[in-house]
Every structure is written in structure tokens, then in C-alpha cells.
């Protein structure tokens, strides 16, 4: 009997031969997917059958794939995992400063992908299942909408930003090491990459109007990692 495909996942790629090979290859692990070679199409899918979760390419044509992902990010918070190309961390450090969840360098083994599309949308569902509410001060995160709150207006975080404030709230005190908060917002080795949690801090940082310098919220721990110190101990 045939598997009832459980996630649905975007692609957006301009290589047919890919689109076709991980489209034959998800499906293998209950994921059905919508592939597109033109940026446009893809946009269109997205609104009028939203996906759980997008694969999209950097290099595409009409637009690029940053172009893509802030158009995304507009109205948008599924998460995004970009396919970049191999060795370019400025396309990884981009794709992260403008929304995306996850990347993955070119080539890749399509079980890479799977794996971190799981990771990506198991993060999600286990941050709704817990359903706990975390306040700081000013700030409340929902756990159960996925939802953040500061000086009572919502705050618009992607998957990535909501899952590194969760943590860091939740550790409030304790100074929190890349390599920890890495493991734990991803599930996946990025040791390869410690700016991406820097990336994400920087942002995070912006949204809550957090100055590096004289940090309220987020403060740097030189050579080790970062403490949330926002708000007061309960």
C-alpha cells in the first residue's frame, strides 16, 4: 500500500534532472513535492498551497535565489533550507541574514537532505507540542503558536531566529556556547560554520532593537558563546 506523503516541500531549482531525482527521492520518505525551474511559478504555489517547508536554489533565473527568499520572507515564515554553491560561505552568511533556516552546499547526497529537512521540520513541531509560554521582561515567546512578543507587538522571526530566542530565554543566565546552540537549534553538525549562529544573533539583536555594545538582552561571551540577560529571574 502506498505511503501517505506526511510533509509537502517546495523546490525551486532551475536543474530539471535535480527537481526530478528529489522529487522520486522525498517521496521515498513520506515527502511530496512541488518542483519548479522558474522563481515565479514557485512564488505562485507558495500562495495558493503553502508548503511546510522550502528548498530553494541560488542560483536561478529571473531572479536569484535571495531575491526568492526576502519575497518569501514578506508574508511568509516556512522555513527555507538554500542549496548553495560548494565553499561560498558569503552565499551561506546571505541566505541567513535575509530568512533561511538551513543551507546546503552543492553537491550534496540527497540523504544529506533529508535529513536536514527532517531536523528543520522536527524543530517546528516539537517547539508547537511543547506549548510552554517563556516570559522575560518585555518579551513572551509562545511555544505553542511559534509565536514571539516584545514591548507587546509581534515580533517577525523565521524558524531559525524563533528556535535561537527560545533557547536563549530558556537559558537565561547561562552562558550558552556556539557549538550548544548549534546542536540545539539545528540537530545537524555546522562546525564548519560558527558565523551562522553569529549571523542569526546579529539579527535577532536588530529585531529586538538590542545594541552589541551595550547589550540589554544578548550579550557576547568573547571566545565562547552568548547569555540572554533580558529581563528578570522569575
Not at 522525498?26 to 528548498?55: C, N, W
Not at 516539537?126 to 510552554?132: I, R
Not at 511555544?143 to 515580533?155: C, N, P, Q
Request: charged letters at 30%.
Amino acid at each position: 500500500m502506498a505511503r501517505e506523503p506526511s510533509q509537502r516541500v517546495l523546490l525551486i531549482d532551475d536543474d530539471e534532472r535535480l527537481n526530478a531525482l528529489l522529487t522520486k527521492y522525498l517521496d521515498r520518505f513520506g515527502m511530496a513535492v512541488q518542483a519548479f525551474t522558474r522563481p515565479e511559478l514557485g512564488l505562485r504555489a507558495l500562495k495558493s498551497d503553502p508548503p511546510d517547508l522550502i528548498v530553494l536554489d541560488v542560483m536561478l533565473p529571473e531572479m536569484d535565489g535571495f531575491a526568492v527568499c526576502r519575497k518569501v520572507r514578506e508574508n511568509s515564515r516556512v522555513p527555507i533550507i538554500m542549496l548553495t554553491a560548494r565553499g561560498d560561505v558569503m552565499d551561506r552568511i546571505v541566505g541567513l541574514e535575509i530568512g533561511a533556516d538551513d543551507y546546503l552546499p552543492k553537491p550534496f547526497e540527497p540523504r544529506e537532505l533529508v535529513a536536514r529537512i527532517q531536523a528543520v521540520l522536527r524543530r517546528g513541531s516539537a517547539t508547537a507540542e511543547a506549548g510552554e509560554t517563556l516570559r522575560a521582561g518585555d518579551l513572551e515567546i509562545n511555544s505553542g503558536t511559534h509565536s514571539a512578543r516584545h514591548h507587546g507587538e509581534d515580533l517577525d522571526l523565521t524558524a531559525a531566529e524563533f528556535e535561537l530566542l527560545r533557547l536563549l530565554v530558556r537559558n537565561r543566565g547561562r552562558v550558552l556556547s556556539r557549538d550548544r546552540m548549534m546542536d540545539e537549534t539545528r540537530g545537524i553538525d555546522w562546525a564548519a560554520f560558527d558565523r551562522s549562529i553569529d549571523v542569526l544573533v546579529s539579527r535577532l539583536r536588530q529585531k529586538l532593537g538590542d545594541n552589541a555594545k551595550r547589550p540589554t538582552m544578548i550579550r557576547t561571551v568573547r571566545g565562547t558563546g552568548y547569555v540572554f540577560i533580558g529581563g528578570q529571574r522569575d
